[in-house]
């Protein structure tokens, strides 16, 4: 198994099987969440265009939030390539009209699970399994209530810490400690970092945000658009 990140927020691109699996395409400049005046963040750094990519088989988007979910750059893939997601997310993309195939995860050609956790909004993790690996992906961190039974090669994470007030959403991204900790309950042989991008911000949001970058010796931080194999 084949993973590349593709930027510093949480871009990736996952070769198993003969499969390659877009997840999460954030590369437009910036992003929205409600409204300019709650919520934009931008790259500071350049994002490769899509044009330059592989194309993907399919498109795996895990998080309803426009830095995972972002339209701008959604809509310059061609509308045949199937997107996979929970209910929720796949409702939100419908009404642009743009995509022919939308899958529910059960629907995935490889298996593709949502994981239990604690608190399920945004500390969401999934499974992905090839023939010979299976993958944990939580980019904002996660609190497991049952531990998958599977072998786990990798752990994708973020180490980030994200402070917010509880009245507009409380930690988003759990950090490092609970990185660690999760690849211990996974039993997971590497932990690789994501989601860990220092963007500009700006709105309500930015304004209450206490951000605290970490990284451990122990996780591997893979540089823009590297790769990683799992043997």
Not at 136 to 160: D, F, M, N, R
Not at 162 to 182: C, M, Q, V
């Amino acid at each position: 198994m084949q993973l590349t990140k593709l930027n510093d927020d949480s871009t990736w691109i996952l070769t198993f099987d003969g499969i390659r699996v877009l997840v999460d395409p954030w590369l437009s400049a910036s992003q929205v969440d409600f409204h300019p005046w709650f919520s934009r963040q931008f790259h500071r750094e350049p994002q490769i265009a899509v044009y330059e990519l592989p194309r993907p088989d399919y498109i795996f988007i895990s998080h309803p939030f426009s830095d995972h979910c972002n339209k701008e750059t959604l809509l310059q893939f061609s509308k045949d390539i199937p997107v996979m997601a929970l209910p929720k997310i796949l409702n939100k993309i419908r009404p642009w009209g743009h995509f022919e195939s939308l899958l529910p995860l059960e629907a995935a050609p490889f298996e593709l699970t949502v994981l239990k956790s604690k608190k399920n909004f945004v500390h969401k993790a999934y499974m992905i399994k090839s023939k010979s690996h299976a993958i944990v992906y939580a980019p904002h961190g996660a609190e497991l209530k049952a531990i998958p039974q599977e072998k786990i090669s990798a752990l994708i994470a973020s180490t980030l810490t994200y402070k917010l007030p509880f009245f507009i959403g409380g930690t988003i991204n759990l950090g490092l400690s609970s990185a660690l900790r999760l690849q211990k309950q996974l039993n997971a042989k590497k932990l690789l970092v994501t989601h860990n991008e220092n963007k500009r911000a700006e709105g309500l949001v930015a304004r209450f945000a206490r951000r605290t970058f970490e990284v451990s010796d122990l996780c591997i931080e893979l540089k823009t658009q590297e790769d990683y194999y799992l043997y």
